[in-house]
């Protein structure tokens, strides 16, 4: 049922309690006794049971529509909320795609500088800060020039 653009009026709220009333009353386990009850007096009144019938009936006739309209007028706001919960996961599926096509940025520059370092030549001098400078090739010389003690 698609919904009407205008603003409700009072009688349309009005209808929209009853029904919404009239299904929650019917959806009650006390209804359920009370009809059980109701159909248990033809045993007690054989005589009457014409006149439960026609009111069986009347009752029926006035439920059905009842029901169904209480459950448009419940359904309505469920179908809302999923609009609203819809609405609200797309707009985080679109956050969560622009972080992923930032990462991706990000691992692309990465990858590229990492290539272009190793595509370098080692360097003899290494400063990790403007303190201490390390020359590796003197180093290394030491390394390889020094006895081994044993």
Not at 58 to 64: G, M, T, Y
Not at 80 to 88: F, I, L, M, S, W
């Amino acid at each position: 049922m698609p919904k009407s653009p205008t603003k409700p009026t009072l009688l349309h709220k009005v209808n929209d309690h009853v029904a919404v009333r009239m299904t929650i009353i019917f959806g009650s386990i006390w209804c359920v006794y009370a009809f059980l009850v109701f159909s248990l007096i033809p045993l007690a009144a054989p005589a009457w049971q014409n006149t439960l019938l026609y009111i069986s009936n009347c009752i029926q006739l006035v439920a059905l529509p009842a029901l169904m309209v209480g459950n448009a007028v419940l359904s309505r706001g469920t179908d809302q909320r999923a609009a609203e919960d819809h609405a609200a996961l797309m707009e985080i599926l679109n956050d969560v795609r622009s972080e992923v096509s930032e990462l991706k940025m990000v691992t692309n520059d990465l990858a590229r500088k990492t290539n272009a370092a190793t595509s370098l030549r080692p360097s003899e001098v290494v400063s990790f800060s403007n303190e201490a400078v390390i020359n590796v090739t003197e180093n290394e010389a030491h390394e390889a020039v020094a006895p081994a003690k044993g």
